[in-house]
């Protein structure tokens, strides 16, 4: 390896007649169509998450993630890690903290994988993991906390 990142693309194919054309993902969809449904989705997804409407949100970006598995066959890629983020940060604000979490690693080692560890959408998921793992610390603590002072209340009197 060059110690470069992998840039996640690898859906160009050579053919016989040395021609470059996007490779087909399996199913034998057609490639630009997959493409173009799955960013009808993601796009989908931000004007409901704009309006406020999460729930809809989660299943437009869920659907724009499942296109891109088909186009991509589950390379690492940013386009996918972006869409993880988002559907990271809208899980993060439904209280659905440990989908969150399994969401924002998934897609820091995707930006990891083909951006690498420098780069300023890497070092933001690294920093949204982080600061919900402080949210989910300090919300575990307020409810520990709570739990006991009612406990010890119940108990004086």
């Not at 053919?15 to 034998?28: I, Q």
């Not at 409407?53 to 066959?73: D, N, S």
């Not at 690492?76 to 903290?97: V, Y």
Request: aromatic letters at 8%; glycine letters at 8%.
């Amino acid at each position: 390896s060059s110690g470069k990142p992998n840039s996640g693309r690898s859906n160009m194919s050579i053919s016989n007649d040395g021609s470059v054309a996007p490779k087909t993902p399996a199913g034998g969809t057609d490639y630009m169509a997959t493409i173009a449904t799955w960013l009808h989705h993601e796009q989908e997804g931000d004007q409901l998450c704009s309006r406020r409407k999460f729930p809809q949100a989660i299943k437009k970006y869920e659907q724009a993630l499942e296109m891109e598995e088909k186009v991509f066959g589950g390379i690492n890629n940013m386009d996918c890690a972006d869409i993880m983020c988002k559907l990271a940060c809208l899980h993060r604000t439904q209280g659905d903290f440990d989908k969150s979490e399994e969401l924002y690693r998934k897609a820091l080692a995707m930006f990891e994988a083909t951006l690498g560890q420098d780069h300023p959408a890497t070092r933001g998921a690294a920093s949204h993991l982080k600061h919900l793992g402080q949210h989910k610390a300090k919300t575990w603590w307020g409810k520990t906390s709570s739990s006991f002072r009612r406990r010890q209340l119940d108990a004086s009197s």
